[in-house]
Nanobody, 124 residues
């Protein structure tokens, strides 16, 4: 069983930066995707960034590409999401998730393990 605990959310002005962290336990990189999803008020949960540990490949949605960076620390225990040049549309709850096995890694339905989320609020 994989457990995930997020931290690092908060309030920031547009154009600012945040770094979210997700501490994992019970995680192994074998055929497991790690991702950050986000959910804005009144909207569906959407994928923001995915890490494919098998080849250290990454995926970013078009809305975050160039501004968000997904990464792990050297121990592979903590997953990070760096957010730069924040915009009000980045406001929402951010969730860390793990999928085992990993298929496309792009759909929420593939992810069995979820953290409780951390709130990000961006003011204009």
């Amino acid at each position: 069983r994989i457990q995930l605990v997020e931290s690092g959310g908060g309030s920031v002005q547009a154009g600012g930066s945040l770094r979210l962290a997700c501490v994992t336990s019970g995680y192994t990189s074998s055929n497991t995707c790690l991702a950050w999803f986000r959910q804005a008020p009144g909207k569906d949960r959407e994928v923001a960034a995915v890490l494919f540990p098998a080849d250290e490949g990454t995926y970013y949605s078009d809305s975050v590409k160039g501004r968000f960076t997904i990464s792990q620390d050297s121990t592979k225990v903590t997953l990070f999401l760096g957010i730069n040049d924040t915009a009000p549309e980045d406001t929402g709850k951010y969730y860390c998730a793990a999928a085992r096995p990993c298929y496309t890694g792009l759909r929420a339905i593939e992810y069995v393990y979820w953290g409780r989320g951390t709130q990000v609020t961006v003011s204009s």
